[in-house]
């Protein structure tokens, strides 16, 4: 297949018309800073456009430089990430932000090889910044050029499998010209043309020469393997708040669920196969309280898994009573954004049943 019946002088028509206008991007020929590709491409990883454009925005504001995100305690970078999930790409951010600032002199690789050492950064994420940031023909293979490329093509290798055929696809009908926009601009067709449902086949440029409308079966492509059905983790969330409004905050372990972040105790959903005795639930309570478990429980989806949890909440008089705690942790004033997602809903609910009760005069 040539790179003439791609018809790449059409899709450039196309996206000067309609292509989005982003924060973090330039058109051909200027280039977008490479700090603001990459910090984009980590962000948009497993997330959506729309989500990633405040967090994008606020980020850039409080750090405008790489060298300023490399300074900044992670602590601080973890809390701005709150909301945006896979909390290993924030940590993953601020080390690679470290090692630019600190080994490249703030300046980034520009080659695949060299971008892929940099945490966080695996083939495509390499490639995006490659060509989008210097200019360089890369491979650039997200899930929306997956489908434009399965479609295109009639690729009848089910993903994940495929992704070496569409990669080679894509290689040989890559122009010479605007090596920046060309990935871009396939993702914009994709977005708004080459849709997963409702594809608007009939004015695409390329419905005469693409497998798939041609064998009347768009929405069959990109093959894809069966769904499994996501698993259901339960667990329980300890909430202990003092007199003067602390609370008992926990830093989960670097690695697994929400590594690195501030969360309340708990137990049961963290990992696969974990059990969880809803019975003896309040037995694995950090610290002896009158902990009262609560009627509503938290639900939550991940990406791989789905969660129940339980909360359970207690009122203690002053943060020293908790000496003794069978983790380690500390006293907080609670700053929801600063909490990821999960734990959030937990405060939600702890929150507003402490409310209740003091509205009742219930409380001690």
């Not at 959903?269 to 005795?277: L, N, P």
């Not at 950090?286 to 429980?297: T, V």
Request: with cysteine; aromatic share 10%; glycine share 6%.
């Amino acid at each position: 297949m040539t790179k003439s019946v791609f018809a790449s002088a059409a899709l450039f028509s196309w996206y000067d018309r309609y292509g989005r206008d982003l924060p973090w991007r330039r058109r051909w020929p200027e280039l977008a800073p490479a700090y603001h590709v990459w910090l984009s491409e980590i962000m948009l990883q497993q997330t959506v456009v729309t989500a990633v454009i405040p967090y994008f925005l606020k980020f850039i504001r409080r750090w405008p430089c790489i060298e300023d995100l490399a300074d900044a305690p992670l602590d601080d970078v973890l809390a701005a990430w709150a909301g945006l999930g896979y909390y290993a790409r924030a940590r993953n951010l601020h080390k690679a932000a470290k090692f630019v600032a600190e080994e490249c002199r703030g300046q980034f690789p520009q080659t695949d090889d060299d971008l892929r050492a940099l945490p966080g950064v695996g083939p495509y994420t390499a490639g995006a910044i490659s060509a989008i940031a210097f200019g360089q023909r890369s491979v650039v293979v997200d899930g929306n050029i997956e489908r434009v490329m399965a479609r295109f093509f009639g690729i009848s290798t089910p993903l994940p499998a495929a992704k070496a055929e569409i990669g080679r696809h894509y290689a040989a009908i890559m122009p010479d010209e605007r090596p920046s926009d060309f990935p871009q601009a396939l993702m914009d067709f994709a977005n708004a043309v080459c849709t997963p449902k409702g594809a608007n086949c009939q004015p695409c440029p390329f419905a005469s020469h693409c497998r798939a409308f041609a064998a009347g079966k768009v929405e069959a492509f990109p093959i894809k393997p069966a769904k499994k059905v996501k698993e259901t983790r339960r667990g329980i969330a300890f909430v202990a708040r003092a007199r003067s409004g602390e609370v008992f905050l926990v830093r989960r372990q670097e690695s697994g669920m929400l590594g690195g972040m501030l969360a309340f105790p708990s137990i049961g959903w963290a990992t696969r196969g974990e059990d969880f005795d809803s019975n003896a639930a309040l037995d694995a309570a950090p610290f002896p309280a009158a902990w009262r478990r609560l009627d509503h429980r938290v639900q939550h989806v991940f990406t791989h898994f789905a969660v129940e949890m339980e909360v359970a909440v207690a009122d203690i008089a002053a943060p020293v009573d908790a000496v003794g705690a069978a983790v380690a942790g500390d006293w907080k004033l609670v700053t929801p954004a600063d909490l990821p997602s999960l734990m959030r809903k937990v405060w939600k609910v702890a929150h507003k049943a402490t409310a209740e009760l003091e509205m009742a005069g219930l409380s001690d």
